[in-house]
C-alpha cells in the first residue's frame, strides 16, 4: 500500500487555501471567491524520485474562520502536517499568528506545521519585505495561488519530509 | 430552539456502513457507496483514508460534520459519525445526507465572509494611503526645514550687503533679492503649516476667550494695511453674540487674519468688510458665520472650486504685489476641517468676492468680565496712556516707578517703526521717545508722525529722551516739532509735569 499522509490547511477565511490546493492539484485558478462550509477532501500522489516512492496526499481543506479555535477538533484527528495560510494583504489573517499556532502544537505537538503567506502576487517585495519583519521567524514561504509562485515547492517538499 | 436542530434531519435518510476489524465493509445500505461490500473503507472515499487512529474496543463516537463530497460530480454535504463499541470488533459509519441543509448555510456564510473581507480590505488600504501621505509629509516637513538654512543665510547675507556702498541700481537689486527670498521664505512657512495640520502634529486648544476683542484685534490689524493701501475696512460683530465662547482663538486668528489678508492682496479699490453674523444659537452652543468680503478682481466661477488647492493662484498682471500664492486660502481650509466648521466662496469677476467661515462654538459658562478686570478697564480708559521708545534695558523699570499705575498707562516699544505702528493701532496721550532707536531714529520718528495725515496722532505731544543734554540736539527736536527734550537719567518731578502740561494743553486746544 502506498503512503497516504493526511494534510490539513487551515486558516482565517478566504485566505486562499482552496486556491493553493486547486493549484496543486488541478493547476487552475479562479478570481471568484467560493466560500468553503465543513471540509472538502482531495488526494494527489506525489512522486520522490530520490526515495523511489510515492507518497499519496489526502489533503483537508478546512472551512476558514475568524478564530482558529472555532474548527471542529474532530478534522485535526490523524493529522500529519498542517499547513497554516494567511492573506499577506490582510493583517486580521495574521494578526494572531504566534497564539494560532500555539493553539495548533498543543492539539498535537509533533506535527509539522507550514506557515504560509499567500497572495503574495498582490504585494511588491519591499511590502513584503516590511510584513516580514513583523512576522519573519514564522513564515516558511510566500506563496501566489494565482502565479503557482512556490505552491508545488511548499506540497513536494512536505511531501518529502513526511516519508 | 430545539427545531433548528431537528429540522435538518427531519426527511433525511440515515445510511449505515458497517465495517469490520479490518477496516472492510462487511454491511453497506448506502447508497452512496454501490458495491462496496468487502472492499476496504479506505478505498471508498479520501476522508476513509486516515482514521486508523480510531480506536477498536471501546465504546466511542466520532462526528465529522459537513462533509463535501463529490460522487459522480454531484456535490453532497454529509454529517459522518463514525461509532465503536468495547464488545464488538465491527465499527458502525452513519452517513446524514444534509445537502440542502448546508446550501443554505454556505450562502448566509458567503455574504457574511465577503463583507468582512471587503472591510478589511478597505481598512488596510486605508491603512497603506496614511502611510504614504505620513511618509510625503514627513519629507515635506525635514525638507522644508533644511531648506530654511539656506534661505535665511541669503537674507543675512543682503543685510550684510545692504550695509556696503552700493550704486542705486545696485541697491534697488539688492532689494528685488531680498523681496524674493522673504517670499520664499513665506512659502515654505505655510508648506510647513499644511504638512502639520494634514499629520495632526498640530493642535486644537479650546479656552474661554472673548469674541468680541478677539475681533477687535483683527480689525486693529486689518484696518492699519487697508489705510496703507487706500482701502476701507468695516468690521461687524452681531449684537447677539455672547461675549465668551469656547474654542481656539489662534486659529480663529490665523483664519480670519489669512483670509482679510487675502482680501486686501486681491483688492485695488473700495471696502473690506469682515462680519461677525450669529447662525445658529442652542442653550450650550453656537454657531458663527464669518463672512469676509472684498470689492477685489473676483475669481471666474469656473475656478472657484479649485482655491483651495494649494497653490491656486489668481493671475491678474494689474496686482504688483502679487506675493500670494494659494496656499494661505489651503490652510484656512484645512483649518476649518480641523475645527469641524465650512467654508464656502462666492464670488463676481471684478465685482468682488467673499467668503463665509461657519464655526461651532460652545458659550461659555462665565459671561461676566471679571470685576477687577471691569475695574482695570476702567481706570485704564481714564488713565493717560503713554507710549515709550527706549530700547535701554534699564528705562521700563525706571519709567514704571516713576508713573502711578493707576493714573498713567505705560506701552513699551523698541524702535521708530514700532511707534508709527502702535500709533495707527491705538490712540495714545502722549510719546516719550529715546532719540537713540535702531532702524529709524527718534527725530525721523517724531517727523514722520508730524507730517503724517492721522488726525488721531499727528498732533500728539512727543517728549525726546536724550542722554547727552546738549542744546543743538534739543534745537533740533523742537525744530522738528517735538514738544519737549529732557535729559536722562529720568527724574521724576520734571517728567510728571511736563508730560501733565502737555496732555493738558492738548485737551485745552481741543476744547
Ligand atoms: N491575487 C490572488 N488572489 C487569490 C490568491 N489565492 C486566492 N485568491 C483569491 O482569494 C479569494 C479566496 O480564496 P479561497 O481559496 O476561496 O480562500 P479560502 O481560504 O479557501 O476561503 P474559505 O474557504 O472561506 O476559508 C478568492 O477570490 C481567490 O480568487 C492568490 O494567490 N492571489
Ligand atoms: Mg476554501
Redesign the interface.
Known amino acids: 500500500m502506498k503512503i497516504s499522509k493526511k494534510v490539513v490547511l487551515i486558516g482565517h477565511f478566504g485566505v486562499g487555501k482552496s486556491s493553493l490546493i486547486r493549484r496543486f492539484v488541478e493547476n487552475t485558478f479562479s478570481d471568484d471567491y467560493k466560500v468553503t462550509i465543513g471540509v472538502h477532501i482531495f488526494k494527489k500522489s506525489v512522486a520522490i524520485p530520490e526515495e523511489g516512492k510515492d507518497v499519496s496526499l489526502v489533503i483537508w481543506d478546512l472551512e476558514g474562520n475568524d478564530d482558529i479555535r472555532d474548527t471542529r477538533t474532530s478534522y485535526l484527528l490523524g493529522t500529519s502536517a498542517y499547513i497554516y495560510v494567511f492573506d499577506v494583504t490582510r493583517p486580521a489573517t495574521y494578526n494572531t499568528i504566534g497564539s494560532d499556532i500555539e493553539y495548533l502544537k498543543q492539539h498535537s505537538d509533533k506535527t509539522p506545521i507550514r506557515i504560509v503567506g499567500n497572495k503574495e502576487d498582490l504585494l511588491t517585495k519591499e511590502q513584503i519585505k516590511d510584513l516580514n519583519g513583523e512576522i519573519e521567524p514564522l513564515i516558511d514561504f510566500f506563496t501566489s495561488a494565482k502565479t503557482g509562485n512556490k505552491v508545488d515547492e511548499l506540497f513536494s517538499k512536505l511531501a518529502m519530509e513526511l516519508i | 430552539m430545539l427545531n433548528s436542530y431537528i429540522n435538518p434531519h427531519v426527511n433525511t435518510i440515515n445510511q449505515f456502513i458497517v465495517i469490520n476489524e479490518k477496516g472492510n465493509v462487511i454491511e453497506n445500505e448506502s447508497p452512496f457507496f454501490k458495491d462496496a461490500i468487502g472492499k476496504p473503507i479506505k478505498t471508498l472515499?479520501?476522508?476513509f483514508?486516515?482514521?486508523?487512529?480510531i480506536p477498536k474496543k471501546e465504546t466511542q463516537e466520532?462526528?465529522?460534520?459537513?462533509?463535501?463530497?463529490f460522487l459522480d460530480d454531484v456535490r453532497y454535504?454529509i454529517d459522518i459519525t463514525i461509532k465503536t463499541f468495547e464488545k464488538d470488533t465491527n465499527s458502525l459509519v452513519i452517513i446524514d445526507d444534509l445537502t440542502k441543509h448546508?446550501n443554505n448555510?454556505?450562502k448566509v456564510?458567503?455574504i457574511r465572509?465577503?463583507t468582512?473581507?471587503n472591510s478589511?480590505?478597505l481598512k488596510?488600504k486605508n491603512h497603506i494611503l496614511q502611510e504614504k501621505e505620513r511618509f510625503k509629509n514627513r519629507f515635506i516637513r525635514s525638507f522644508s526645514h533644511e531648506i530654511r538654512i539656506p534661505i535665511n543665510s541669503i537674507n543675512r547675507m543682503c543685510l550684510l550687503l545692504k550695509n556696503t556702498n552700493l550704486s542705486q541700481n545696485q541697491r534697488y537689486n539688492l532689494n528685488v533679492v531680498t523681496n524674493i527670498n522673504d517670499q520664499l521664505k513665506h512659502i515654505i512657512n505655510d508648506i510647513l503649516d499644511i504638512s502639520r495640520i494634514e499629520t495632526g502634529y498640530f493642535e486644537i486648544n479650546t479656552s474661554s476667550f472673548n469674541i468680541y476683542e478677539a475681533i477687535d484685534h483683527i480689525n486693529a490689524i486689518s484696518k492699519q494695511k487697508c489705510i496703507e493701501k487706500g482701502l476701507n475696512f468695516i468690521c461687524k460683530v452681531d449684537e447677539s453674540c455672547p461675549l465668551f465662547i469656547d474654542g481656539d482663538q489662534y486659529r480663529l486668528t490665523q483664519i480670519l487674519t489669512n483670509l482679510t489678508e487675502n482680501a486686501i492682496k486681491f483688492t485695488t479699490s473700495g471696502t473690506i468688510k469682515l462680519e461677525v453674523i450669529v447662525k445658529n444659537k442652542a442653550k450650550n452652543t453656537i454657531e458663527l458665520d464669518f463672512k469676509i468680503n472684498d470689492t477685489g478682481v473676483g475669481i471666474d466661477k469656473k475656478k472657484l472650486n479649485a482655491i483651495f488647492n494649494g497653490f491656486y493662484q489668481i493671475k491678474n498682471t494689474k496686482i504688483k504685489d502679487n506675493k500670494g500664492i494659494g496656499l494661505g486660502l489651503s490652510i484656512v481650509k484645512h483649518l476649518a476641517d480641523a475645527l469641524k466648521g465650512t467654508i464656502t466662496v462666492d464670488s463676481e469677476l471684478k465685482k468682488g468676492t467673499s467668503f463665509t467661515v461657519g464655526l461651532p462654538f460652545a458659550i461659555s459658562e462665565k459671561q461676566t468680565l471679571d470685576e477687577k478686570i471691569i475695574e482695570e478697564r476702567k481706570q485704564l480708559e481714564n488713565a493717560f496712556k503713554i507710549l515709550v521708545a527706549d530700547p535701554f534695558s534699564k528705562a521700563e523699570i525706571e519709567l514704571e516707578s516713576i508713573f502711578n499705575q493707576k493714573k498713567y498707562n505705560l506701552n513699551f516699544v523698541e524702535s521708530g517703526d514700532a511707534v508709527i505702528e502702535s500709533l495707527y493701532r491705538k490712540k495714545y496721550d502722549a510719546v516719550i521717545m529715546n532719540l537713540k532707536l535702531p532702524k529709524m531714529d527718534g527725530l525721523d520718528t517724531v517727523r514722520y508722525i508730524r507730517l503724517s495725515e492721522d488726525a488721531d496722532f499727528k498732533d500728539i505731544p512727543v517728549i525726546m529722551v536724550s542722554t547727552n543734554n546738549d542744546e543743538e540736539e534739543e534745537r533740533k527736536c523742537i525744530q522738528n516739532r517735538a514738544n519737549a527734550y529732557i535729559s536722562k537719567p529720568y527724574e521724576k518731578k520734571v517728567l510728571t509735569k511736563k508730560i501733565n502740561t502737555l496732555i493738558k494743553e492738548k485737551a485745552d486746544l481741543l476744547t
Open positions: 472515499h479520501p476522508f483514508e486516515n482514521i486508523d487512529f466520532l462526528n465529522f460534520k459537513c462533509v463535501n463530497i454535504v448546508y448555510l454556505q456564510t458567503q465572509n465577503e468582512i473581507i478589511q480590505l488596510y
